[in-house]
């Protein structure tokens, strides 16, 4: 391990000498094939499982632009002008600290062997970020794991809007995964969108083989964010529930059982005030 670091930091002090020669046409435009080469590792799956750094992180600045989507990784905007990772597991000057950032995602998530600092996909990518890290510095991210599930209720329709944002962009189909069929216990998906532990025995949808999802913190999705989605969840399954249950017997589909309430709903407030006074008189 020993001799591996210092192999790694060896090619850095080589690699390090491009960006810095700036005076210098030539290493430009390494720096800018580099770059290009890193923005196809970005978006491309090359690891042994199906993800690339896309499906995970944008590359674009989340304070000012919006691509649709909301992605369990930070944003690698400005990632480079950073000088510690990962809550402060990887920090201080240099390239080192983001290229480790880099291979725990690339161990973890695209599931191949952590890169060294020569490799050429390495380079290309820590080429790309820095080429979409225009300020010098940049604040650390934060990342807090959540430990609970969260104690507020949920409004399924702002959950709808973050479903979109946040799950189908992995969860779809012909995505890398099968889309959600809503059928798991509300239990589990929280534990996947928190990255807690699965309880025993909840109920889930999906086959082994894929590769983990990765946790959104507590700074990517709020626990009220989280209560959406879960409200939009439990609404799904239960118009699913009444699906399947049209099945057996049609005459009570969803959508008929929600004319059915609506209904039933205009006419009791209609019956409300001729009701109403009887009532009181009573107490
Ligand atoms: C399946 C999802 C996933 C994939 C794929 C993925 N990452 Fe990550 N990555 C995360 C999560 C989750 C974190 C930690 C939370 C955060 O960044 O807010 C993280 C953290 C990082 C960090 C540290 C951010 C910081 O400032 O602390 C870097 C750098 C990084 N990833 C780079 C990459 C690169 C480059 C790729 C592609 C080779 C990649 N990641 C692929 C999910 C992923
Ligand atoms: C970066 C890709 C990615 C994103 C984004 C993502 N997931 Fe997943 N999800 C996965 C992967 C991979 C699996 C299968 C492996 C596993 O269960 O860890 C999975 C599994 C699941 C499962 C378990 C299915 C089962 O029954 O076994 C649920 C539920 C789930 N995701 C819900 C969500 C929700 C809700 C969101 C949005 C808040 C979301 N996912 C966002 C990648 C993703």
Redesign the pocket.
Known sequence: MACCVLGVILVLAAFMALPGQAGNGASLTVETELALAGKG??YRAW?D?C???I???ANIDEDKLDDGYW????S?WN?AA?T????GAYSGEGILP?AR??N???V???QTDALNLGDERMQA?LAY?RSISPDDTAS??K?TRATKAPEMDGDPRRGEKLFAASCVLCHRDKGILPKLGFKADSALVLAKIRGMKVPDNAKGEFEDGY???????M??LSDQQVADILAHWDYMSFIQEQAIQGEIAPEESAVEMLIDTTDAEAESHKDTPAEAEPAAKDH
């Not at 992605?71 to 930070?74: H, K």
């Open positions: 590792y970005y690891g499982s993800y690339s750094c499906y995970c992180h992605r369990p990784g930070s690698l990632s950073r510690s990772y990962y809550n983001l950032s880099v725990t995602c690339v973890a998530f695209l990518l970020i650390p991210v990342i590769p983990p999802m990765p946790f959104f913190s700074e990517r």
